[in-house]
């Protein structure tokens, strides 16, 4: 064997002990969330600049929960951002995390929903994935289910890029969106049904828009702190 083709051997033969082979590979780690201890409050303390009926949305010791299923939201509009927040469940909660949404007095149709559920009750572990949570609701559904137990706190991040939307549960990175991909109102991509309810394209929506959480659904409360935005590509 000549000496340069015999260099070369050797070296491939190290290279193949120290690379794992493709079942070894390790798993990507786990996605983090952003440092926003220094970002703005998505609302004021004291909610003087939200937009939700009188009474229904209070906050304390830096809390914020609701006593009716009706929605609080942004003063503005905005696109291309990253909102960080914190969550706790109740048993059997169901509430959400709205955004783009361009007309707040009928949201549903018009607005994307990051679903927020109890996935450990008897209802909503049995429930649709497209409606558990850390989905994009009733469009697409989580890889896998990352919400801790009521009582816990969890930590969400949404990224809200144009059409492109990621969220992170819990240090995990769950959803990824192409809203563009999304160009019947009736059914998803992979052919399973959207609800009636929501009969826009995603692919139509605008992204740019107000953010808005959803208050007690279903008869079971929710509960948010440090909910702060990021505006503008990091």
Same mark, same amino acid.
């Given at each position: 064997m000549k000496p340069l083709l015999r260099l070369f051997c050797a070296a491939a033969t190290a290279a193949s002990l120290i690379a794992p082979?493709? /079942?070894? %590979?390790? @798993?990507?780690?786990? $996605?983090?969330?952003?440092?926003? @201890?220094?970002?703005?409050? &998505?609302f004021k303390d004291d909610l003087s600049d939200a937009t939700f009926p009188?009474?229904?949305?209070?906050?304390?010791? =830096?809390? &914020?929960? /609701?006593?009716?299923?009706? /929605?609080?939201?942004?003063?503005?509009? !905005?696109?291309?951002?990253?909102?960080?927040?914190?969550?706790?469940?109740?048993? =059997? %909660?169901?509430?959400?995390?709205?955004? !783009?949404?361009?007309?707040?007095?009928?949201?549903?149709?018009? /607005?994307?929903?990051?679903?927020? @559920?109890?996935?450990?009750?008897?209802?909503?572990?049995?429930?649709?994935?497209?409606?558990?949570?850390?989905?994009?609701?009733?469009?697409? $559904?989580? %890889?896998?289910?990352?919400?801790?137990?009521? =009582?816990?706190?969890?930590?969400?991040?949404?990224h809200a890029m144009g059409q492109k939307l990621t969220v992170v549960l819990n240090g995990e990175t769950v959803t990824r969106m192409d809203m563009a991909l999304w160009t019947d109102g009736k059914k998803n991509p992979d052919g399973s049904a959207i609800p009636a309810w929501m009969p826009r394209p995603f692919a139509t929506l605008a992204t740019k828009g107000r953010i808005g959480l959803q208050g007690k659904h279903a008869g079971a409360p929710i509960f948010f702190r440090n909910v702060r935005i990021h505006a503008g590509k990091k």
């Amino acid at each position: 064997m000549k000496p340069l083709l015999r260099l070369f051997c050797a070296a491939a033969t190290a290279a193949s002990l120290i690379a794992p082979s493709s /079942a070894e %590979t390790p @798993a990507p780690a786990a $996605a983090a969330h952003p440092d926003s @201890a220094a970002w703005p409050g &998505l609302f004021k303390d004291d909610l003087s600049d939200a937009t939700f009926p009188k009474g229904v949305w209070t906050v304390t010791d =830096g809390v &914020l929960t /609701a006593s009716e299923d009706q /929605a609080i939201w942004s003063a503005q509009e !905005y696109e291309n951002f990253t909102l960080d927040l914190e969550f706790k469940t109740a048993d =059997g %909660t169901n509430s959400g995390v709205i955004i !783009y949404a361009s007309d707040i007095n009928d949201w549903i149709p018009n /607005a994307v929903e990051i679903q927020i @559920a109890d996935d450990h009750s008897e209802q909503w572990s049995k429930a649709e994935k497209t409606w558990q949570c850390a989905a994009v609701f009733g469009h697409l $559904a989580p %890889t896998k289910s990352a919400v801790k137990k009521p =009582g816990e706190w969890n930590r969400m991040t949404i990224h809200a890029m144009g059409q492109k939307l990621t969220v992170v549960l819990n240090g995990e990175t769950v959803t990824r969106m192409d809203m563009a991909l999304w160009t019947d109102g009736k059914k998803n991509p992979d052919g399973s049904a959207i609800p009636a309810w929501m009969p826009r394209p995603f692919a139509t929506l605008a992204t740019k828009g107000r953010i808005g959480l959803q208050g007690k659904h279903a008869g079971a409360p929710i509960f948010f702190r440090n909910v702060r935005i990021h505006a503008g590509k990091k």
